[in-house]
DNA sequence: GAGGCTAATGTCAGCGGCTGACGCGAAGCA
DNA sequence: TGCTTCGCGTCAGCCGCTGACATTAGCCTC
């Protein structure tokens, strides 16, 4: 556990480094949050930090980066968690599990970079500044595109064949989508409290699409 | 015709600076669609009109609002024209015929913009170029949100209390972002090209859902 | 543990998007 | 004709972001 082979024990430099960009990501938040997106200067956050405007750019490649960071690390997850249901389950059961087990397990990962609470209230602020908004469903379309492909993979397709991976991925986006919406416009800023939204919009999501719709 | 009410003959200063924002209009597209959109400089579309810079942001609020301009006619064209579908007509097929009449007499209106095959090049720029692709797809949602207004209304129901306007206009704009999609990675650049893709996806989705899925 | 090597940071200069303030000259109007 | 308006040019300046070079502090070897 000390000094074994998949961690090589980071020396006093890394240590450093991986200390003022925690810090760096830190402060960019709580100005974002508190000051809001636009108002916040990156020599702000630098100031903040004690550190010059250059060493931000050499941690984050643009101010927007730092707003995302976390949402990098929560998508990773969520991938990884979906790849990792067993073959059995169908598609949408797959990523409903793997999103519940996800927000289950994420929230010492992100705790381990910013507060839990500060990510809430980035999130919240992501929802409503246009341009972060603009970004985040650019990206939206990106994990879509790579979840397609795992589950494509899971079910042995090809996902430029056949239509439904990104059928399956675009409906299960949509209801996330959704979700995020509805948690960001409210005051409930807690995990618990997604997770809740997120699982009761899917079940009714899934039992809406099993059910038979000519009957009550 | 000539002197009547809604048109005051606009005088030569009017005239000059509609023209000014043509040329600029003209001038940004055309650099953007020949050497790529972050590559273009304010400076240079300004130089190419022989204006200041502070002119071009006298007539666009930004770079990206030059590459918007045609879209927010047709998407405003889009809403009049749904706006005005009989209210017999249920939502999906006043959205259906409401794109396609759209296609038919929007040509004209670019036209008096920018020639349309310049602007259909500007849409592939805008699909594939990751900044401008994320601000399309917000304001594809901002559409959405209006669209639902607008699908409420006709059918006397209130947005936030019946889902289904939102849903429809949801799918609806799926499959329009599908078709635009395909139709910006593909080498048909024409009308004709864009209406028969939607003409083609639309009818095969309406027919996907109006089906019955338990029988061939 | 003294040397050199390297990686993280600071400094500086500069580009490009964008804005406010001010002045000018031409179009509109009395 | 003379006054007003308004579209535009100029200038200065902020902010995001980058390349180039100098500096220093961790590290690594002998």
Redesign the interface.
Known sequence: MTTEFPAPAPGLRARKKQRTRDELLRAALELFTSQGYEETTVDEISEAVQVSQRTFFRHFSSKEDAAFRVQDLIESHFVTTVSGRPPGEAPLEAMRRAVLDAWNTVGEAIEALVPLELHMRTYQLIEST?SL???H??RS?DLEEVLARVIAEREGLDVDEDPRPRLVV?AFS?VMRMTGRRWGAGNEATVESIREITAAYLDRFESALAADWHRG
């Open positions: 246009p908004l603009a970004t469903m650019r379309a675009a949509g």
